[in-house]
């Protein structure tokens, strides 16, 4: 008897991508939600794990709240957003209150490496920013969950680099796009782009964007440890530094630094 219900909690986590996806699948356990991952293919070709939060284990309890897309900020992805909570991150107490949550991945995040012909390890695959983030991601994201939940519009909540994307995709597709797809927008520690001296384009010129240049096109992508030593070999001092101390942190394309 206890085989079979080891065998039957082996099937389920392997149906929900527990093997896939441990970290989530862990911070799911801890909280006690059932859930399940759906790959989302974007307009440019990349593939991207999003999670959709089921409710509570063990509840019969229906979402009639609406659905919402919570975005992830910089160096970070939907896992480790949840894991910087004291306490239930807000993520699952939104699902007590009635709501049906999806937790996107952005791009170059180590669950949503996918792409339909480029392999993360290529250099092309690293060619973007928060604006195609904004473009593609998001849209994508919100196309799948409207066709998953009837058609209704969705709730979108950023989070820094997530806030950031939105303002760009509003600024591009507002009328095509987010006004017959999006219901509101909540903007969650929101990042613009600001007008800066000239001697600070010219110092990130000088540095970072040079970094393409001897062969580093991601950061905390799958050669980071090839490409951290690229960095600290040369630019020695404040950037190798700092990057050293971002290691294991989630992947981000230098364009989009």
Same mark, same amino acid.
């Given at each position: 008897?206890?085989?079979?219900?080891?065998?039957?909690?082996q099937?389920?986590?392997?149906?929900?991508?527990?093997s896939?996806y441990p970290?989530?699948?862990?911070?799911?356990?801890?909280?006690?939600y059932?859930?399940?991952?759906h790959?989302?293919?974007?307009d440019?070709?990349?593939?991207?794990?999003?999670?959709?939060?089921l %409710?509570? @284990?063990?509840?019969?309890?229906?979402?009639? =709240? +609406?659905? !919402?897309?919570?975005?992830? #900020?910089?160096?970070?992805?939907?896992?480790?957003?949840?894991e910087?909570f004291d306490?239930?991150?807000?993520?699952?107490?939104l699902v007590?209150a009635?709501?049906?949550?999806?937790?996107?991945?952005?791009?170059g995040?180590?669950?949503?490496?996918g792409?339909?012909?480029?392999?993360?390890?290529d250099p092309?695959?690293?060619?973007?920013?928060w604006?195609?983030?904004?473009?593609?991601?998001?849209?994508?994201n919100?196309?799948?969950?409207r066709?998953?939940?009837? %058609?209704? @519009?969705?709730?979108?909540?950023?989070?820094? =680099? +997530?806030? !950031?994307q939105?303002?760009? #995709?509003?600024?591009?597709l507002?009328?095509?796009?987010?006004?017959?797809?999006?219901?509101?927008?909540?903007?969650?520690?929101?990042?613009f782009?600001?007008?800066?001296?000239?001697?600070?384009?010219?110092?990130?010129?000088?540095?970072?964007?040079?970094?393409?240049?001897?062969?580093?096109?991601?950061?905390?992508?799958?050669?980071?440890?090839?490409?951290?030593k690229?960095?600290?070999?040369n630019?020695?001092?404040?950037?190798?530094n700092?990057?050293?101390?971002?290691?294991?942190?989630?992947?981000?394309?230098?364009?989009?630094?």
């Open positions: 008897m206890m085989a079979d219900a080891a065998v039957a909690q099937a389920y986590s392997e149906l929900n991508g527990a896939e970290r989530f699948q862990a911070v799911m356990d801890q909280w006690g059932d859930w399940e991952s790959q989302v293919t974007t440019d070709d990349y593939i991207l794990t999003t999670f959709h939060v %409710g509570k @284990k063990g509840s019969s309890k229906k979402a009639t =709240q +609406g659905s !919402v897309l919570i975005q992830h #900020g910089d160096f970070e992805d939907g896992t480790s957003m949840m910087q306490g239930a991150p807000f993520h699952l107490l007590d009635g709501y049906d949550v999806w937790i996107g991945n952005n791009r995040t180590q669950y949503s490496w792409h339909k012909t480029l392999k993360a390890t092309l695959y690293w060619d973007w920013t604006a195609q983030m904004g473009l593609y991601d998001d849209t994508a919100i196309t799948k969950i066709t998953q939940n009837g %058609g209704d @519009k969705v709730f979108y909540i950023g989070y820094s =680099q +997530g806030t !950031v939105m303002h760009y #995709g509003l600024a591009h507002e009328s095509s796009f987010h006004a017959d797809n999006v219901h509101k927008v909540v903007q969650l520690a929101p990042c782009i600001p007008h800066v001296p000239n001697w600070t384009k010219s110092f990130a010129n000088k540095t970072i964007m040079q970094f393409q240049s001897v062969g580093v096109y991601s950061i905390n992508g799958p050669t980071w440890d090839k490409d951290l690229t960095i600290c070999d630019f020695p001092g404040v950037f190798c700092y990057y050293t101390k971002n290691t294991g942190e989630q992947g981000q394309s230098v364009k989009s630094e």
